[in-house]
Nanobody, 122 residues
């Protein structure tokens, strides 16, 4: 069974950058497609980005396209989310997860990390 641990969150001013990491243990991530989601207070969990097992195909939510980049290093068993030009509306808890079905629905991801808080001040 894979365990996921997110890190790299924090407080940043609008326009700043953060790099989130999702480290896996228990099993190699190299055969899994992975996604990043986020959840703001009082809101549903929403899709942010997806990457296939080899890192050759990525998808992004329209709200982050051009600002966020998902990548992976299978040798390090880690998936990343580089976040640039951050906005206050990016404030949320960010989660990584293992995909089992469709790309965009959180219901199609079955293993989740505990999340890391990202707060963007204006």
């Amino acid at each position: 069974q894979v365990q996921l641990v997110e890190s790299g969150g924090g407080l940043v001013q609008a326009g700043g950058s953060l790099r989130l990491s999702c480290a896996a243990s228990g099993r190699a991530l190299s055969t899994y497609a992975m996604g990043w989601f986020r959840q703001a207070p009082g809101k549903e969990r929403e899709f942010v980005a997806h990457i296939n097992w080899s890192g050759t195909t990525t998808y992004y939510a329209d709200s982050v396209k051009g600002r966020f980049t998902i990548s992976r290093d299978n040798a390090k068993n880690t998936v990343y989310l580089q976040m640039n030009s951050l906005k206050p509306e990016d404030t949320a808890v960010y989660y990584c997860a293992v995909r089992t079905g469709s790309i965009y629905s959180p219901n199609d991801y079955n293993i989740w990390g505990q999340g890391t808080q990202v707060t963007v001040s204006s």
